[in-house]
């Protein structure tokens, strides 16, 4: 037990100083399962030995969430309580700093019309937009972690006993987000450090476009004229460096809104909204989604796609290798904070405008100039595969390999 609480302890501290980053009197927000109190305590005490000022910890339930969204009427489904979306906009514009933990359960919303499930979520993120800009535009430190619960245990492992899952989700967790390691600060700053230097290669390369090539999916991204790789970390406008995701393998960017063409097939389920969506293809037409089929969740992946006009447009395309240490555990865990470290992924719906030059601090109208895609969702899906091969295409035509066999070339 003596290791494990020594390795949670270090979960905790990379969380606040490193992915967050916590800045001397900066707010923290904590936005959370109330399953998940015991380590919300932990990370409280590590925010303040930080130097924040505050600790804001917004509860949730998901139970009640499913509850709601059985029972409640219609109406009552397309509102968001406009308190809470004003109050962590009213933080993010304090300069509050943001960590959530993601905790997925895809069994707890079955047999919910997935109609009703949209609607929700409409609401969601249409009164939450104002809050998101701020998390988009990298003005405020943010990060995404998740610990495991009994429900999304039995999902990774079901063929293990109860507490088994649990304690093996655990080990998973601290090795991936090197959380084990025996200096876990170091040891990301070397791997920031790895990361950076794909991201200012591709950076220097200034592609026009990339085509991704892999059983079922044939598809070429162009890429904005302005576009920037971004990697592990990024800054905010005051200049803190934060890493928004943990764990992170990607080197993502932002793709011409109208300028993606072909079919691309996932290698990975995708869990979004309580509903798994697997084994699924999207054939693009000038950027836009025309043809959408899946094995598994075909209704809630058209209700994603009809969510508003930019959801059937990219908003990102990132590259991992298959030689990726999510990847190598050989673990599906039906969440996309782990399962699209282990794979090249793209993403429906809006794009971040800190992967363009100067896309911070353009206006609505200027970013949508140049190529960006607004929209309220934004869902990451895996497409790499062990035959997954990239080529990079530069303004004359010429292609340059980028991966071969699913590794960078």
């Known amino acids: 037990m003596e290791y494990f609480d020594q390795t949670l302890e270090k979960y905790a501290e990379l969380a606040i100083k490193v992915g967050l980053n916590v800045q001397p009197e900066q707010t923290v927000v904590i936005m959370t399962p109330i399953s998940c109190a015991e380590f919300v305590r932990k990370l409280t005490d590590k925010a303040y030995e930080a130097g924040a000022r505050d600790v ?14 059985r029972k ?21 514009e304090q300069g509050a700093a943001f960590l ?27 009164a939450r937009e104002g809050f998101l800009k701020y998390l988009r535009n990298s003005q405020v430190n943010w990060l995404m972690v998740s610990i495991p619960t009994p429900e999304w245990a039995a999902k990774v492992f079901p063929e293990l006993g109860a507490e088994e899952r649990i ?11 090197r959380a084990d390691a025996e200096d876990p600060v170091a040891a990301w700053q070397a791997h920031i450090a790895t990361l950076t230097e ?3 290669l591709l950076n220097s390369r200034r592609y026009k476009a990339i085509h991704l090539r892999a059983e079922g999916t044939d598809l070429t991204v162009e890429l904005a004229k302005r576009h920037l790789w971004v990697s592990a970390g990024n800054r905010t406008d005051k200049g803190t460096f934060y890493v928004p995701n943990m764990p992170t393998e990607e080197v993502f960017t932002m793709p011409e809104k109208t300028g993606v063409n072909g079919t691309v097939r996932s290698t990975k389920p995708l869990s979004y909204n309580g509903t798994l969506i697997d084994r699924f293809s999207l054939t693009f037409e000038n950027g836009k989604v025309v043809h959408a089929e899946a094995e598994q969740g075909e209704d809630m992946l ?34 996309t904070l782990f399962d699209e470290n282990a794979s090249c992924h793209i993403a429906l719906g809006n ?8 896309g911070t601090t353009m206006s ?29 295409i530069r303004e004359d035509g010429t292609r340059e390999p980028l991966f071969r066999q699913g590794n960078w070339a």
């Open 167 to 177: 304690e093996r989700l655990w080990e998973m967790i601290f090795s991936l987000t």
């Open 302 to 335: 058209h209700k994603l796609l009809d969510m508003d006009e930019g959801a059937r447009y990219l908003g990102e395309v990132a590259l991992v290798p298959y030689d990726s240490p999510v990847s190598n555990s050989n673990i599906i865990f039906y969440n």
């Open 198 to 200: 794909k991201q200012q």
């Open 351 to 358: 794009s971040y405008p800190f992967c363009l030059e100067g």
């Open 364 to 392: 609505p109208e200027e970013l949508l100039e140049n190529g960006y895609n607004k929209s309220l969702i934004h869902v990451d899906f895996m497409i790499g595969s062990p035959g997954m091969e990239i080529d990079g």
């Open 100 to 126: 959530q933990i993601y905790a997925p359960n895809s069994e707890l919303l079955k047999g919910i019309d997935p109609e009703r499930i949209a609607k929700s979520s409409k609401a969601a993120a249409a």
């Open 72 to 92: 409640a009427p219609d109406a009552t489904l397309e509102q968001y309580p406009m308190w809470k979306a004003k109050g962590l906009e009213e933080l993010a």
């Open 56 to 69: 804001v910890v917004d509860w949730d339930d998901d139970e009640v969430k499913a509850i709601r969204l």
